[in-house]
């Protein structure tokens, strides 16, 4: 009996992490890799292979200063709409073609994860 249960246990911690890296809504971590690092950096440190020909640098996502600085609605309608849309650079594409709405409020959560910051902190 005992043997059962802790063959059940495992399965249940099993069970956590792969629900919450789920695809369900879209993996924000997934997406994050597949069209955020070519300018925002595999670790999201603003370091992307792109950098080099850019005229405004893409924001360091690891920094919990200035993202601690932006409200995650910002978040969300520059990710969706693009740099210009916030009168910020072109440069930063608008998502809302590519991206669901679901999609982009989880990249805003995984934003979030990279800062380890919240708005005003
Ligand atoms: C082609 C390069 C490029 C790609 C790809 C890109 N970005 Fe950006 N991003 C930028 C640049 C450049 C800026 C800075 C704009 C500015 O400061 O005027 C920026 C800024 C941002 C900001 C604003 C930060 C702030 O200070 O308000 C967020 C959030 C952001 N990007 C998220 C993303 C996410 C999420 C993705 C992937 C879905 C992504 N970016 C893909 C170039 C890019």
Known sequence: MKGLSTFLLGLFVFAIPASATGS??????????AYCVQCHGLKGNGMGVNIRDMSVQPRDHTDAKSMGGRSDEELFKVIKEGGLAVSKSVLMPAWQGTLSDAEITNLVGYLRQLCKCKFGK
């Open 24 to 33: 369900a809504p879209g993996n924000a971590q997934q997406n994050y890799q």
